[in-house]
């Protein structure tokens, strides 16, 4: 009992850490005591250029943020460390030890592995990969096991465990600082115009949406207002949407979980994405005590369309290639085309990297901003 208690509290301050920055070293603490580890880091970047385009980063060593540790890395280290292409390859959920990375070799002369690591007493740490949106991943690196015997099989399991939940911080605390409501009160989040969101009280009914959320649901396209209650169209979406929201909204006192979800929608190309976000009552806002889930509502609609056969044509890349630059610019995640497209995610990966190579760039954003030039541009034009 004590064990699960810790857990939870751990959740709990990671969902609260989401929100705000205030909460981050507490929960990055209770981490650390949770796993029994040295320390851990957080990155959320985007994989597939040379140079990385850092959107999330965060090393702890002990209870302490050490914002020194992330600069040395990324400027002394990451460009030579050999175990990142190998780290890349990694499938969503994927647990490495550290040391499997390199090869023997490698461990006697790597820069990376005998001076970064050591510094930040993480040899014989771990590495989980999750997928983020995107096409961008969330790698969660662990530093030295404290315990005696280095890696328990019960430790394994708690990393497991809390790996969904440390994905959707990221994931949530992502699309908070993109909309610039870090920070904010639950109050002011209503006045967000850069993303929709909708706050839920504790028996899960609508108890206020900004303009976004309420533009979305206005439309009855897909999500829905359901008599004061969120619904989707489908039978299944709705079936999975009050699952989720049972899980973020549990009876009084058992710690909520968060999660994610895609809404069909007729109007776009793409499906709604939801982030179902837990909320505590903290007592230092006015509503706290009110909302019991946040549910942040990135909409298609609001997405430029491009003809998926476009780039092809202007820049010559293939069909596959084409599709996949398209539909990474335009929203979907490497494991939501991986599957489309029936192949692994590191097949995704490369042709993404192809991608990069062909247009000359070296940012996601930059294939961004080439792709959604091409916004309104029909196919039919060739």
């Known amino acids: 009992m004590i064990a699960q208690d810790r857990f939870e509290r751990t959740v709990a301050l990671l969902y609260r850490a ?21 320390g851990h880091g957080v990155t959320f970047a985007d994989p597939c250029q040379a140079e990385p385009e ?72 771990l590495f989980i990969a999750l997928d983020g949106l995107d096409g961008c991943g969330v790698i969660w690196s662990l530093g030295d096991s404290t315990e005696r015997e280095s890696w328990g099989q019960d430790q394994i399991r708690t990393i497991t465990r809390l790996a969904p939940h440390l994905r959707q911080f990221a994931r949530v605390r992502r699309a908070m600082a993109d909309a610039r409501a870090l920070g904010a009160s639950l109050a002011r989040l209503l006045d967000n115009r850069q993303s929709g969101i909708i706050q839920l009280d504790r028996r899960g009914h609508i108890l206020e949406a900004n303009d976004r959320a309420r533009a979305v ?40 979980t968060g999660g994610s979800m895609k809404i069909t929608s ?17 007592g230092t806002d006015a509503r706290s005590w009110e909302v019991g889930a946040l549910v942040l509502i990135v909409d298609p609609i609001t997405r430029p369309r491009v003809d ?8 010559g890349l293939t ?64």
């Open 18 to 38: 989401a929100l705000a920055d205030v909460a981050w070293v507490s929960a990055a603490g209770s981490i650390n005591e949770l796993v029994r580890v040295t």
């Open 54 to 125: 850092i959107f999330l980063n965060r090393f702890f060593v002990d209870e302490e943020r050490r914002d020194d540790l992330a600069h040395l890395y990324f400027r002394d280290y990451y460009w030579r460390d050999e175990a990142i292409p190998r780290l890349y390859q990694l499938g969503d959920g994927e647990l490495a030890y550290r040391s499997e990375l390199y090869t023997d070799r490698e461990k006697k002369t790597s820069a990376a592995y005998n001076e970064f690591r050591r510094i930040a007493r993480s040899q014989d740490g």
């Open 217 to 256: 649901l206005a439309k009855q396209d897909g999500l829905r207002d359901d008599q004061g209650l969120l619904g989707a169209g489908t039978r299944d979406e709705d079936a999975e949407l009050k699952r989720m929201l049972a899980r973020a909204l549990p009876a009084y006192g058992v710690q909520g």
């Open 266 to 282: 007729g109007e776009a190309q793409a499906p709604l994405v939801l982030e179902i976000h837990p909320v505590q009552d903290t």
């Open 308 to 315: 998926p056969g476009l780039p092809a044509m202007v820049w």
């Open 319 to 382: 069909p596959t290639e084409s599709g996949v630059a398209v539909a990474l610019a335009t929203g979907q995640t490497v494991a939501g085309v991986a599957g489309e497209l029936g192949c692994a995610e590191s097949t995704v990966r490369t042709h993404l990297k192809r991608v990069y190579r062909k247009l000359g760039v070296r940012r996601q954003t930059e294939l961004v901003r080439r792709v959604l030039s091409l916004e309104g541009v029909r196919g039919s034009l060739r």
